[in-house]
């Protein structure tokens, strides 16, 4: 049986990220097998962030240094959230995070971050296939000036080592 490692896959159809792929300036999507079946999307988010790297909490740290020299918004860490608080107490708006709630089904939680210079969104997907459930985060970027395109400059090919990275929590081992 092969390694259960997050691997590279297409936006899931049908899910609600997918209606925000056009003119995207950058997308990805990560798949892996859930390791906790019975987690609804959100659930698994939460599980996600809580189990984020040190690695990247730390890169997360250096980033909101150097973009505050450049007067772009201060996000936090990711695993930066209310741990008691219970799943079924976040509603839209919410901060989960370096995240903003904005939708969440049983199956699919979207979340993101907006300012002047960029739009992201994030979807946690979460897909029931037999006994086995596939989960698929999907991240959307729409850059709005000169300023969005040069932070994506080493944030794009930082995303393609940190969603994996961050997923391996959640995988079946």
Same mark, same amino acid.
């Given at each position: 049986m092969?390694?259960?490692r997050?691997r590279?896959t297409?936006?899931? %159809? !049908?899910?609600?990220?997918?209606?925000?792929?056009?003119? $995207?300036?950058?997308?990805?999507?990560?798949s892996? #097998?859930? &390791?906790?079946?019975?987690?609804?999307?959100?659930?698994?988010f939460?599980?996600?962030?809580?189990?984020?790297?040190?690695?990247?909490?730390?890169?997360?740290?250096?980033?909101?240094?150097?973009?505050?020299?450049?007067?772009?918004?201060? %996000? !936090?860490?990711?695993?930066?959230?209310?741990?008691?608080? $219970?799943?079924?107490?976040?509603?839209?708006?919410? #901060?989960? &995070?370096?995240?903003?709630?904005?939708?969440?089904?049983?199956?699919?939680?979207?979340?993101?971050?907006?300012?002047?210079?960029?739009?992201?969104?994030?979807s946690l997907?979460?897909?029931?296939?037999g006994?086995?459930?596939?989960?698929?985060?999907?991240?959307?970027?729409h850059?709005?000036?000169?300023?969005?395109?040069?932070?994506?400059?080493?944030?794009?090919?930082m995303?393609?080592?940190?969603?994996?990275?961050?997923?391996?929590?959640?995988?079946?081992?």
């Amino acid at each position: 049986m092969a390694p259960n490692r997050p691997r590279a896959t297409q936006t899931p %159809l !049908g899910s609600l990220i997918a209606g925000r792929l056009a003119g $995207a300036y950058f997308h990805d999507a990560w798949s892996v #097998r859930a &390791g906790d079946q019975q987690l609804s999307a959100l659930g698994q988010f939460l599980k996600m962030m809580s189990g984020t790297p040190r690695w990247i909490e730390h890169c997360m740290a250096l980033r909101n240094r150097v973009v505050a020299k450049l007067g772009l918004k201060y %996000l !936090g860490g990711f695993s930066n959230f209310d741990r008691t608080k $219970a799943e079924a107490d976040y509603r839209p708006g919410d #901060r989960v &995070g370096l995240f903003t709630l904005f939708e969440r089904t049983p199956d699919e939680v979207l979340l993101g971050d907006r300012d002047k210079h960029l739009d992201v969104v994030l979807s946690l997907y979460r897909q029931q296939s037999g006994p086995d459930v596939t989960l698929t985060v999907t991240t959307v970027v729409h850059v709005h000036n000169w300023l969005g395109r040069i932070y994506m400059l080493p944030v794009a090919p930082m995303h393609k080592v940190i969603a994996p990275a961050t997923m391996r929590h959640l995988a079946l081992p």
